[in-house]
């Protein structure tokens, strides 16, 4: 695995979060915003029915031993998710993390256990066994065998290097120049899950990409359950992979990743508080979620079908959901007023 960088500077100050250089922040985050979160993550939902209405990709399309199902690299008959480190900061002296190794295995394998549910000829039926159409379960495959990831401590921490320009500008060169899909994980399980939407609005106002959030604590946004807090930066490259899957063409699997010239710097700087752009998408996002009853995160799917025993419940006391929600404030709303996530 790659070798752990240097900890985050701080020595540069923060942007102040006010005046004419926040407004100016908050425009060009809007602009990244519209064309990451709406138009990008608007193509991708048309790719999706494209292949899951239109040019139909069946289940069956390789066996469960496949490397896209196990995550193993045949040439070392490992897991290769540690190749595919393309960066990570080191792990918090004392904190008793597990080794990243461990935590890259679990995340990897929660994501190629998706995959596997569309390996069996006939098809597993679509429900509880099969929650996702074979387009989605697919996607994962080149989610986390082609994809790069990123380790980090926590979101504070992560936020002290993306706000150094850059490492924004090595991680745009990253995606630029791999043309794969993107994970952030974290190794705090522990969490404020409005500080990860908050996070999720800082990368989408840096970058023309959908950053969903995933992980083990109350759900927040269109997340949804994950061993790890593990933010897929959705690039779009999975299309790519999977039409290549689809007509049988053998370049949907790659090679790991040759890493070693990105990230050879020193980064980071102090993080400047939320801004009303990124606290702006993460409130509106949520309170979408929030109202979409007991579909909720669930986009592409009639949940009703792959969780009946929860929809009974849901049916005899909808507070039973809505207690699973995170709760986002709106940012019109002093800052000090809706801070509690557990409403």
């Known amino acids: ?18 005046g004419l250089s926040a407004l100016a922040y ?4 809007l602009v990244s915003i519209v064309r990451g979160d709406i138009i990008h993550n608007t193509l991708g939902a048309y790719h999706v029915l494209r292949l899951w209405h239109v040019q139909k990709i069946p289940s069956g399309l390789f066996p469960k031993t496949h490397p896209w199902a196990t995550g193993l690299n ?16 080191p792990p918090r002296a004392g904190s008793g993390y597990e080794p990243d190794e461990v935590m890259l ?25 099969r929650r996702m159409p074979h387009v989605v379960n697919y996607l994962h495959g080149s989610v986390h065998y082609n994809g790069l990831w990123l380790l980090f401590n926590d979101f504070a921490e ?11 500008r090595e991680f745009r060169r990253l995606v630029r120049e791999q043309r794969r899909e993107v994970t952030l994980v974290f190794r705090e399980r522990k969490y404020d899950p409005v ?11 840096s970058f023309p990409w959908f950053a969903n959030v995933n992980g083990p604590g109350k759900k927040v946004m269109w997340g949804n359950p994950a061993p790890y807090p593990a933010m897929n930066i959705i690039t779009g490259n999975w299309v790519r992979d999977v039409d290549a899957l689809r007509k049988g063409r053998p370049s949907f699997i790659k090679e790991p990743a040759r890493l070693d010239t990105y990230f050879a710097g020193t980064y980071g700087r102090a993080a400047a508080e939320p801004f009303f752009v990124e606290r702006l998408v993460a409130f509106v996002e949520n309170e979408w979620v929030r109202r979409r009853g007991f579909n909720a995160g669930l986009f592409f ?11 009974e ?16 404030p709106s940012p019109f709303e002093p800052k000090d007023a809706g801070s509690d996530s557990d409403a």
Not at 76 to 87: G, I, S, Y
Not at 105 to 126: I, N, W, Y
Request: aromatic share 10%; with cysteine; charged share 25%.
């Open 1 to 18: 695995m790659k070798p752990c960088s240097s900890p985050p500077l701080s020595r540069v100050p923060a942007r102040p979060n006010r």
């Open 26 to 29: 908050n425009v060009r985050g």
């Open 74 to 89: 045949p040439a070392t008959e490992a897991p290769v998710w540690t190749e595919n480190v393309a960066f990570r900061s």
């Open 105 to 129: 295995q679990k995340v990897g394998s929660f994501l190629a256990d998706m995959v596997r549910k569309s390996t069996p000829v006939p098809e597993l039926p679509h429900g509880p066994e």
């Open 158 to 168: 992560a936020k002290a290097y993306f706000s150094d320009p850059a490492f924004r």
């Open 195 to 205: 500080e990860y939407a908050y996070f999720s609005g800082f990368i989408m106002a």
């Open 301 to 311: 799917i009639n949940r009703k079908k792959i969780d009946p025993r929860i929809y």
């Open 313 to 328: 419940k849901y049916v005899a006391d909808k507070q039973v959901l809505a207690a699973r929600q995170t709760v986002v």
